[in-house]
């Protein structure tokens, strides 16, 4: 836990994490938008759960978040990989220092999730409903719609989770610019996977009618986490 704290300080101490979590308050934008309302559809404006899923998933497709966090998992590894800082510890195990690295960048991600979600509560019930272009309910009336807003929700941060691990596991053994496109080319084809038949059951977001999207998750997750174990205790020019 104490290695956790002290890693999980420098992380959050980087400015550029600090711009990631700026992007936290993008939902305060929209009643801020003019005729933005006008065109957005009573799907996203029926209850609060539904405005969530709508800007956590709009957080995602914006790509520039993304962008901004890959190069700050990237920092986290490749740089003080290279540099040789990662390692000036020899009594503490290296693969708790990956795990209190790999946590601490989760730590930040949920963090930056938190936000979203009190600017949410923020723009919904403090800006737009009393002005009166939205519900007061928290969740549609209709179970369906619920379930739908819910998985959706839950497939988006998975998605975000993912990103985090495979930007890493790019990152091990990739210089910055790979490390990044990986994460961005990744959530642009989640974004579009949808629509494509077939390709969407390869992410999470292709399972919103069904619960297995966290078992998606799981795979993803633990693949990706396992290889980048993998690829760096096989380098030989760390050992």
């Keep these: 836990m104490l290695l956790f704290r002290s890693v999980f300080k420098s992380v959050f101490k980087r400015k550029d994490v600090n711009i990631f979590l700026t992007f936290a308050f993008l939902p305060v934008l929209v009643p801020l938008l003019s005729g933005f309302m006008e065109g957005m559809s009573s799907e996203y404006t029926g209850n609060f759960l539904s405005f969530l899923e709508s800007a956590v998933s709009t957080q995602y497709r914006f790509v520039l978040p993304i962008l901004l966090f890959s190069l700050v998992v990237s920092s986290v590894f490749k740089d003080e990989i290279d540099s040789g800082i990662m390692f000036l510890y020899k009594d503490i195990n290296r693969k708790k220092i990956f795990n209190a690295k790999l946590l601490s960048l989760v730590a930040v991600y949920s963090i930056f999730l938190g936000l979203t979600i009190f600017t949410s509560i923020v723009s919904y019930y403090g800006f737009m409903l009393p002005k009166g272009e939205v519900s ?43 490390s990044v496109l ?30 297995q999207s966290n078992w998606v998750f799981i795979i993803y997750g633990c693949s990706c986490y396992f290889h980048y174990l993998l690829r760096y205790f096989l380098r030989k020019r760390y050992a």
């Design 182 to 211: 990986a994460g961005v080319f990744f959530s642009l084809a989640a974004s579009v996977s949808p629509m494509l038949i077939g390709i969407q059951y390869l992410f999470p977001n292709g399972y919103i009618h069904f619960i």
């Design 136 to 178: 007061s309910n928290f969740i549609a009336n209709q179970s369906s719609v619920t379930i739908k807003s819910l998985f959706t929700l839950i497939s988006t941060i998975n998605l975000n989770l993912i990103t985090i691990t495979l930007v890493v596991m790019v990152s091990i053994t990739s210089k910055t610019i790979k």
